[in-house]
């Protein structure tokens, strides 16, 4: 089992944890602007690549809770792209869906930002859930 050595000493330092797991597939949420440590590039880059490595090849859905989410985490960018190719080229492959919740104007500014770094396959399997409509399902 994975376990980031930042979060071990304070739980709040980055977002990203798993939420459930099914025989099928695999729950993750984060919420960015939960996270105290959220300008800390290579302590989350290695949270993400941790934590996601330790699932295996098993398929996911990522639930990206945009709650708070505002122009100092939009001027992250750097974080933003860096994320975006650590998820396209080492965990995209098994990921089923991008359920963005919550959405504020800066996370349409950094998708779009971003969208060139993402595969044709995250692309297509982002999806915003403006209405609270979310369920679990792959």
Not at 16 to 41: F, G, H, M, Q, W
Not at 90 to 107: A, E, M, Q, R, Y
Not at 109 to 138: C, M, T
């Amino acid at each position: 089992m994975y376990e980031c050595p930042v979060c071990k000493a304070d739980p709040t330092s980055h977002s990203l944890a798993k939420l459930t797991e099914t025989d099928d597939i695999v729950y993750y949420y984060t919420c960015p602007a939960k996270a105290s440590k959220y300008n800390d590039r290579d302590g989350i880059l290695s949270h993400y690549d941790g934590e996601l490595t330790q699932k295996g090849s098993k398929p996911w859905v990522w639930i990206f809770d945009c709650t708070g989410f505002d122009m100092r985490h939009a001027i992250e960018i750097r974080l933003a792209i860096d994320m975006a190719k650590l998820i396209t080229q080492s965990h995209g492959d098994s990921l089923t869906k991008v359920c963005v919740i919550n959405p504020t104007i800066f996370i349409h500014i950094v998708v779009n930002a971003i969208w060139p770094f993402l595969s044709k396959h995250i692309r297509s399997i982002i999806v915003y859930d403006s209405n609270n409509q979310f369920v679990l399902e792959g």
